[in-house]
């Protein structure tokens, strides 16, 4: 067995049968000229079944006796289920992107089974404009958003003549990655790296102190900037939910969004959130239900260093949206300042501070599932946004072209919807997430992404 830590068991723990605890993600496959989708999608089922050496991160569940060695430890299985793993599926009649959509959403509420490696890859065809898509959900505590799309990436080429293409978990995949160089080191070097490695960790522990002093006085002095335990407006975002889902996705090329940042002096997740924040001020507007006051979006932030693909690594901010202000240019003027206030605060902290700031932010999470807490508890933040930057160049597996990359990430107890953006050749995906009771007619938030986005380019330069 191997030691879990408990930046992954927090994700078994906070588990129920309403909150189930995975990432996904869709992608979608133009065919290779002279290829049918039903070709390509018989190619890849081949291809994945054929990929029988499998990385140890796909081949590890919790250990049993669930209830109690779960939480705790990591065992791993000696080979994988093809059968159960691996799903081949034809969508209905007329074959639809909606359709897609609807069975991303019924699968994405479903428990994955602990007494397997938690994961799933559906190979789904049938849509009407010939593409083929690929629909993956696997357990958050084995992996977070920037580890899967690196995952991803892995199996992808930016040459449409590769035909090396194969299954995420061929655990050939890491091993022709190009290798490290590293100085060879003798007995001394190593015993004091480590021991340089032990003092480094003590000095951060003895710096959190200050670090919480940093952020406590940044939140009484810099107006634009919002602290952890300061309060969010409640909203019909923030109520207990069932779990089923409702999926919606869309892309935006990312030379769009750029422009605008170029215009307006800030960055590409600036104008992200700026997006989202109009979409939201209208949504909730059309169901009477837009606070007085701004909503609050927290936001993950990867600690993830080069080379480092395992596991979870994430700290998060917090970022006043100005939902309040009806002005699209005054929106975007307050969500700049409160991004920077934000970045602001947290530069500088070293890694064990980070986590630290990020536990802060986010901990009523931990107790939202129990019973009354989000009811009768004052909730921190509103929804949380990720942005997930991925590589710009087009990409292909065995010759097909990666038309779309959306990931389809977590609602929560207190926290129903989760917009989660990736970048990749060339798009700004967006996948948006929600509890399909509580959130009505959730998928024309895509149309008042439009939306702002149109009035974001009509606002003169900064």
Not at 86 to 96: K, N, S, V
Request: hydrophobic share 45%; aromatic share 6%; charged share 20%.
């Amino acid at each position: 067995m191997q030691y879990m830590p408990v930046t992954e068991s927090m994700f078994l723990v906070a588990e129920t049968r309403d909150q189930p605890m995975h990432v996904g993600g869709l992608q979608l496959f133009v065919p290779r000229e002279g290829q049918t989708s039903e070709e390509l999608a018989e190619e890849m089922a081949a291809s994945f079944a054929a990929a029988t050496d499998v990385a140890p991160m796909f081949l590890k569940r919790p250990a049993t006796p669930a209830q109690f060695a779960g939480y705790t430890a990591w065992s791993f299985d000696d080979e994988i289920d093809p059968d159960y793993h691996l799903r081949r599926i034809i969508l209905p009649r007329p074959g639809a992107v909606r359709d897609l959509l609807r069975y991303v959403s019924l699968n994405h509420g479903a428990l994955l089974d602990r007494r397997r490696p938690m994961w799933e890859m559906h190979i789904i065809e049938g849509l009407a404009d010939g593409r083929v898509a690929l629909y993956t959900k696997v357990h958050h505590s084995v992996v977070d958003g920037v580890t899967a799309l690196r995952l991803l990436q892995r199996t992808l080429s930016t040459d449409p003549a590769d035909r090396t293409g194969t299954a995420v978990w061929d655990a050939r995949l890491k091993r022709r990655r190009p290798p490290v160089e590293r100085e060879s080191k003798g007995l001394l070097a190593s015993i004091t790296g480590a021991a340089s490695q032990v003092l480094d960790i003590a000095d951060q522990v003895v710096g959190l102190a200050p670090a919480a002093a940093k952020i406590a006085v940044a939140g009484v002095t810099d107006k634009d900037y919002f602290a952890p335990m300061q309060q969010a407006p409640q909203t019909i975002l923030n109520v207990p939910i069932g779990s089923a889902r409702r999926f919606a996705a869309q892309d935006w090329p990312v030379e769009r969004l750029r422009a605008v940042g170029k215009a307006q002096k800030m960055t590409l997740n600036d104008v992200v959130v700026a997006m989202c924040a109009g979409a939201m001020r209208t949504y909730l507007s059309d169901h009477d239900a837009l606070p007085d006051e701004s909503l609050v979006a927290v936001m993950p932030v990867s600690l993830h260093a080069d080379g480092d693909d395992d596991g979870n690594a994430v700290t998060a901010i917090s970022v006043r949206m100005a939902t309040d202000l009806e002005d699209a240019g005054e929106r975007l003027a307050a969500i700049k300042a409160s991004t920077t206030a934000a970045k602001k605060a947290v530069r500088g902290l070293r890694p064990l501070q980070a986590l630290a700031l990020g536990a802060a932010t986010i901990w009523p999470l931990a107790f939202n599932t129990v019973p009354g807490f989000v009811e009768y508890t004052p909730t921190g933040f509103n929804l949380m946004i990720s942005n997930v930057p991925g590589p710009e160049e087009q990409l292909y597996w065995n010759g097909a072209r990666l038309d779309g990359c959306y990931p389809v990430s977590i609602p929560m107890e207190g926290l129903a919807m989760n917009i989660t953006v990736t970048t990749v050749s060339g798009k700004a995906n967006f996948g948006i997430i929600g509890a399909r009771a509580e959130l009505p007619r959730l998928q024309r938030i895509l149309d008042h992404l439009e939306t702002t986005l149109t009035e974001l380019e009509a606002l003169p330069p900064a």
